[in-house]
Nanobody, 122 residues
Framework: QVQLVESGGGLAQAGGSLRLSCAAS????????MGWFRQAPGKEREFVAA????????YYADSVKGRFTISRDNAKSTVYLQMNSLKPEDTAVYYC???????????????WGQGTQVTVSS
């Protein structure tokens, strides 16, 4: 079973930046997609971005497009989420996930990390 470990969360001021990392214990052909999701208190988990291990294409939620960048380092089996121009509404627990297909639907991803808190102050 693939295991995912996130790191890099913390506190940032509005307009600032943070970079999240997600290290996977292995990459498998059966789960070619890595995604980032977030969940704010009292809200449902929402899609942020996704990337394939083996393709260059990236996908973003409209709310983060132009501010966040997802990338990967296959040699390290690690996916990153560079978050720039942070806003207070970006405050949430951020989760990385491993799934079988590129989708914004959380239920389609069957391996999840433990989450990392991101707090953006105004």
């Amino acid at each position: 079973q693939v295991q995912l470990v996130e790191s890099g969360g913390g506190l940032a001021q509005a307009g600032g930046s943070l970079r999240l990392s997600c290290a996977a214990s292995e990459r498998t052909d059966s789960r070619p997609v890595m995604g980032w999701f977030r969940q704010a208190p009292g809200k449902e988990r929402e899609f942020v971005a996704a990337i394939y291990w083996s393709l260059a294409s990236t996908y973003y939620a409209d709310s983060v497009k132009g501010r966040f960048t997802i990338s990967r380092d296959n040699a390290k089996s690690t996916v990153y989420l560079q978050m720039n121009s942070l806003k207070p509404e970006d405050t949430a627990v951020y989760y990385c996930a491993n799934g079988r297909a590129r989708t914004s639907v959380a239920n389609a991803y069957d391996v999840w990390g433990q989450g990392t808190q991101v707090t953006v102050s105004s």
